[in-house]
């Protein structure tokens, strides 16, 4: 059960506790709480930045002498191909979490809704 008004909920933080006395809220957590918002993982940010990082580094090095046949060229596109690979599957790593997380935030949404309803008050 939340104590913030029904309006208000989804502006407030989660731990948020609206005082009936004082009309403001407190980042104290009430003491029966529990979290209805599941958290992305850390890492999943991590891998948007690296993406952001290596998808065009990557892409620079791996055009910028694929034309040329001497052996520092072909290396240096290599390398950029490896970058740029790196860089993709990191984006897709971190797409791929936080769609997961998504998908579960919504069945537990449905879960506590579903026993909201089950519940008389």
């Not at 009936?20 to 991590?46: E, K």
Request: aromatic fraction near 10%.
């Amino acid at each position: 059960m939340s104590v913030l008004p029904p309006d208000n909920r989804h502006f407030a933080p989660i731990d948020a506790v609206v005082t009936p006395i004082l009309g403001g809220m407190t980042n104290s957590p009430a003491p029966h709480a529990r979290p209805n918002r599941i958290a992305l993982p850390a890492l999943a940010p991590t891998l948007f930045v690296v993406a952001a990082l290596f998808l065009p580094i990557g892409a620079f090095l791996g055009t910028i002498n694929a034309d040329r046949d001497v052996d520092w060229a072909i290396f240096q596109t290599q390398l950029g191909t490896v970058i740029f690979w790196f860089g993709a599957v990191s984006l897709f790593i971190g797409l791929l979490l936080v769609g997961i997380r998504s998908i579960a935030q919504q069945h537990l949404d449905f879960v506590l809704r579903a026993q909201r309803l089950q519940r008389p008050e």
